[in-house]
Structures are given as structure tokens and as C-alpha cells.
């Protein structure tokens, strides 16, 4: 299935290549494809973003099931009410998820709550499944691990920090580890879908403690899960969008 977007960018596409290109040939093919696909729940302007890795990648420490299921229905769930929570709003459904929820306060009140809720489960989850990988560089380097290590002395010191908040968030939600508008590493513990975009903070690595996350696996055993994240998190993505962080604020 096409998003609007996708279908515009390859229409275009197929104007660029002309009738007689390859490109234009192949188009012919995906649109008499989705033309014949039943129309989904809630199509609308957002997209469930595809895992990148196999859904077996991360285990032991992530297991296959839990993964589909996060991904495959709670995150195709946020998705789907949030393109029904902007269907009658097109010029919502337009905007870049993250400026979606950078600027909820000026979203119509009607639907904010929605909005916040399942728009902050769509971007919190892509940031989240970005952030791991099968081989993860497994410390800090360059500027994020001098900042790291000005804040919080050490590596481990950071961790120990993050895991203890992440060991004692009560209820559903998630622990972030932020930038500030001063440029400041943070550790922030959020409740049920907020993002740190709402707070003015830019996010760059996060632990999802909804117990959809780890249950299944873990149960009640959260410092394990906590544990397992850890084995899993790729440190050369939280540098790269660190760096990224610090030329956009
Ligand atoms: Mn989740």
C-alpha cells in the first residue's frame, strides 16, 4: 500500500523516466499491484517504518514474539489512530511527525490528546527500533562519550544513573536520554507516550518501559530487560544523533 506521499513521489518518478523508461515500467506494475490490495484500517498520511533488521536480530535479549507484536500491532496500532486522529485535519497529516509533536500546543484541542498520545507512540517507537542493532558498538566515542563522561564522570556512571531511573519509573512509559536547549545531556523519565520533542529536548536514546516492551519475556523481571537493552543498543546511532542534536539546537 502507497501512502499519498509515495504515490506523488512515484508518479512523479514516472513523469521524470518517461513512458518508455524502465522506471516507468516498473511503476506500472506496483500501481496495478496495490489496485487490486483490499484498502487497509485507517490508511491516512503515516506509515508503520519497517524494522531494520529481522525480527529474530536482537535475540537472546529481545526475543523474536516480542518483537513482532511491539512493532507488528502496538505500533501499527499508534500509527492507525493517528491517521484517525488527523483524518479530517489534512493539513496535519502533512506535517513531519517530529514538528507534529514539536508544536502540540498548537494543534486544535479537539484532537491534541489524541495526538499526543498516538503520534508520540509513533515517533517514540521509531526512535526506539533505530536505535539497536545485531553487532552494537557497545560504548560511547568522540564528542557524545566527552560529554558523557563531563556530566556523569564516567561510561558506567552514566549507565548506573539511567539504569536507576529506568529501575524505579513507575507506571507506563519511557526514560530518555536527552539534549537540552543548552546543550546539556539529561536523563528524563517520561509518562505514557510523551516525547521529549513536546519539552523542547531533542531525544537521542530511549528505553520503552511499557510492559508490552518486555513482559512476555521478562515478566516482572524488569532489570533484566533493562540488562538485555543495553546488549542490544547501538552506541554509534545515540553518537550520530548527538551530533546531529547538537547543530540543530
Ligand atoms: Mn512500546
Known amino acids: 500500500m502507497m501512502t499519498r506521499r509515495q504515490a506523488i513521489t512515484t508518479a512523479a518518478l514516472a513523469l ?11 511503476t506500472t506494475v506496483k500501481t496495478k499491484e496495490s489496485a487490486t490490495r483490499p484498502a487497509p484500517v485507517a490508511a491516512g498520511p503515516f506509515t508503520l517504518p ?7 536480530a536482537l535475540e537472546p535479549h529481545f526475543d523474536a514474539k516480542t518483537m513482532e507484536i511491539h512493532h507488528g500491532k502496538h505500533h501499527a496500532a499508534y500509527v492507525a489512530n493517528l491517521n484517525k486522529a488527523v483524518a479530517s485535519q489534512p493539513e496535519l497529516g502533512r506535517k513531519d511527525i517530529v514538528d507534529l509533536i514539536k508544536g502540540l500546543d498548537k494543534v486544535p484541542e479537539t484532537s491534541r490528546l489524541a495526538i499526543r498520545n498516538h503520534g508520540g507512540g509513533h515517533l517514540n517507537h521509531s526512535l526506539f527500533w533505530t536505535q539497536f542493532a545485531k553487532e552494537p558498538q557497545v560504548h560511547a566515542r568522540g564528542e557524545l562519550n566527552i560529554a558523557i563522561e563531563q556530566r556523569y564522570n564516567t561510561f558506567d556512571g552514566f549507565k548506573k544513573a539511567f539504569v536507576e531511573v529506568a ?10 536520554m536527552v539534549v537540552d536547549k ?11 507516550q510523551d516525547s521529549p520533542y513536546s519539552k523542547g529536548f531533542v531525544p537521542i536514546m530511549a528505553i520503552d518501559l511499557w510492559e508490552h516492551a518486555y513482559y512476555l519475556k521478562y ?16 552506541w554509534g546511532v545515540v553518537r550520530e544523533r548527538y551530533d546531529a542534536a547538537l547543530k540543530s539546537l
Open 16 to 26: 521524470a523516466a518517461g513512458a518508455s523508461g524502465q522506471a516507468a515500467e516498473i
Open 50 to 56: 519497517e524494522l531494520p533488521y529481522a525480527v529474530d
Open 167 to 176: 529501575t524505579l519509573w513507575f507506571g507506563s512509559g519511557w526514560v530518555w
Open 182 to 192: 543548552s546543550k546539556r545531556l539529561r536523563i528524563e523519565g517520561l509518562p505514557n
Open 219 to 234: 515478566q516482572n523481571r524488569r532489570v533484566e530487560y533493562i540488562d538485555a537493552f543495553f546488549k542490544v543498543l547501538d
